[in-house]
């Protein structure tokens, strides 16, 4: 792949991130709470690739996603899941982010319905961290 940075066994290293869709983003730089929606005054730009087209290139089952992204989880999740992708997931960490009242509840609950259709939660401490399990 081009814009691999190395390729170790059964892992591959690459100079953007993951997204819902790809693009190049601003990142808004604070430490380990670095966010694309939380503003600060220092920034950077960085490209984000699709999800879904990246798993797809891969072409490969994904043993575990872990995601701590600062309030992107939830329209990465929804690309993930609405595409089917999730199926290729064996297990997923994430860390859902308290942004946006009661929105952000809203959406996890919506996102975490969609989730046990295809994965068993396997614990859950509310907007910390959760494990979910492809069903087998």
Known sequence: CADSLGSYENVMLKDY?????????????????????KKTDE????????????????????????LNIEGEEYDFLDRLIDSG???????????????????SFDRRLNIQKKLADTHTMKFNFDFVWERWDLIK
Do not use: A, C, P
């Not at 991130?17 to 929606?37: A, Q």
């Not at 950077?44 to 089952?61: H, N, P, Q, R």
């Open 17 to 37: 991130g993951l997204s819902d869709k790809t693009e190049d983003v601003t990142l808004y730089l604070d430490e380990d709470g670095s966010s694309m929606s």
């Open 43 to 66: 920034i950077t730009t960085i490209k984000v690739v699709d999800v879904v087209e990246e798993l797809e290139e891969i072409g490969t089952k994904i043993d575990l996603i872990h």
């Open 85 to 103: 992708k999730i199926n290729d997931v064996g297990s997923l960490m994430v860390q859902f982010h308290y942004h946006d009242g009661r929105e």
